[in-house]
């Protein structure tokens, strides 16, 4: 491991990734591999996750195209020096930003978007010109052997290396310097991160998880309820069977309303996944035998399990769990203190929709919040009332495929963020460059001080006008 790095921490040092040259050429590399590959990562991501090809395309394939060649497209743009004013008071002198790459930086990624979440960061480190380790889950093992087999063959072995593991070697690489880490995961093992990165003051991104709370205002939205509908149905079991950060964890609806809501749900599932959905091969299967356990766990309280008003059956031998919905479980039960992260959703009523703010706002900050609502009242509530990565109305998950926007959590969610320029942002070192001139030197700045030089000073300021300077001082070589 550690001669692994070496090689990868001279190659950053003698300055093999910094040209505009080297992260096209990765870039277009990477492009490549998913063209030539496609099949293959469609076939290892059925085998680890029993996705469909048009799933994993949607959530995955066509992401990773899209963020390669937007990088592609605005690599020259991201890397130029950005001009900035500077006071008139140092003239003739000019300012800039300069992004730099932080160097050596550490990926880890997750199981249930094993495609997305390893290369759409890494695009961000190519094309912010740093070396990378990048380590696959272990959970979807079939991606991450071919990962490990195929990333070699396209890309710079000197500067990208991808390292195969359990927890022991995410253990182990997390005792090495790292000029930067970014993780992906739960909130338990994003604080064993934080941790070992604060040994060495390493900066870190984490994208974490939570209960991503779906606000149902039925009064405004009723006429648009089928799409509504499929909307939540499409953004909880759609992505991965709910084993997504960003998926619906609960819905918040007017009790009186509770009811119509559910029936929709129940008639979008029919429609998406058939009668019987374990036999479907539109819907991905759980990622293994453990999680299928903690989730399927959550379901036996007895107070929980009267809460079930669609599915509930449970196949362990086939990682299946069938899409369930849920009608005021007890808020003190599991299934509503922990991340789902899986196909139960609870509906939890209301008396009115106005206290879903309160609702949201007694509980942890959740990486997303959706809210089905024509009402510009409740919307600007919403926006100014509540705390979340993000916020998306009617509709969900959309937000995750929109480059211009920032991806990522706040508070227990994680911080830091990515995709498309942000990306960039987040393995580049914003860089303050300034240059002045001999021309002009003024003089107040320097001892032996005194009243007027204190008024002058004063006045620059506030005022941060070159005249003044002149009419005050004057000017001395």
């Known amino acids: 491991m550690e001669a692994n790095l070496e090689v990868l921490r001279e190659s950053f040092k003698n300055g093999r990734t910094r040209s505009y040259e080297w992260r096209k050429k990765q870039l277009s590399s990477l492009i490549q591999l998913i063209h030539d590959k496609e099949n293959t990562i469609f076939e290892a991501l059925y085998q680890d996750l029993g996705k469909h090809p048009v799933e994993i395309f949607r959530d995955e394939v066509g992401i990773v195209l899209k963020s390669a060649n937007d990088a592609l497209s605005s690599l020259h743009k991201w890397m130029a020096p950005k001009?900035?004013?500077?006071?008139?008071?140092?003239?003739?002198?000019?300012?800039?930003?300069?992004?730099?790459?932080?160097?050596?930086?550490?990926?880890?990624?997750?199981?249930?978007f094993p495609l997305s979440l390893s290369l759409d960061p890494l695009i961000g480190a190519i094309s912010a010109g740093n070396t990378a380790v990048l380590k696959p889950s272990e959970y979807a093992p079939v991606f991450s052997s071919f990962l490990v087999a195929t990333l070699p063959l396209y890309l710079d072995n000197k500067a990208i290396k991808v390292v195969e593991g359990g927890a022991d070697v995410c253990e182990q690489l997390l005792q090495y310097k790292w000029d930067k880490i970014f993780f992906t995961g739960s909130p338990k093992v994003g604080r064993i991160v934080m941790s070992a990165a604060a040994k060495h003051l390493t900066p870190v991104t984490l994208e974490l998880g939570g209960k991503c709370p779906a606000i149902f205002d039925y009064s405004s939205v009723h006429s648009n309820m089928k799409v509504a509908a499929k909307r939540i149905v499409g953004g909880k079991w759609g992505p991965c069977a709910g084993q997504a950060c960003i998926g619906i964890d609960y819905v918040l609806v007017e009790d009186k309303f509770a009811s119509e809501l559910i029936d929709s749900l129940k008639r979008i599932l029919k429609k998406f996944y058939g009668e019987n959905s374990k036999n479907s091969t539109s819907i991905a299967r759980i990622v293994n035998e453990k999680n299928v356990e903690r989730i399927s766990n959550l379901l036996k309280d007895p107070k929980v399990a009267a809460s079930i008003v669609h599915g509930g059956s449970v196949d362990k031998e086939k990682l299946f769990i069938e899409p369930t919905i849920l009608l005021n479980p007890p808020l003190d039960a599991d299934i509503m203190t922990e991340e789902i992260f899986g196909p139960l959703l609870p509906i939890i009523t209301l008396n009115k929709i106005e206290e879903s703010i309160e609702f949201i706002n007694a509980r942890p900050k959740p990486l997303a919040l959706y809210a089905f609502t024509e009402d510009e009242t409740l919307k600007k509530r919403i926006l100014y009332k509540t705390s979340s990565g993000s916020v998306t109305f009617n509709d969900t998950m959309v937000q995750f495929v929109c480059d211009s926007l920032p991806f990522g959590g706040v508070g227990q969610s994680g911080f830091g963020s990515y995709h498309g320029k942000y990306s960039f942002d987040t393995f580049s070192h914003e860089k303050a460059v300034m240059q002045r001139s001999f021309l002009i030197e003024l003089e107040p700045r320097y001892p032996p001080w005194n009243d007027f030089k204190l008024k002058f000073i004063r006045l620059a300021y506030r005022y941060d006008y070159f005249g003044l300077a002149l009419l005050l001082l004057g000017l001395k070589k």
């Open 83 to 112: 001009k900035k004013p500077v006071p008139l008071l140092f003239f003739p002198a000019k300012g800039e930003v300069l992004s730099e790459p932080f160097g050596l930086v550490l990926i880890i990624s997750s199981w249930n």
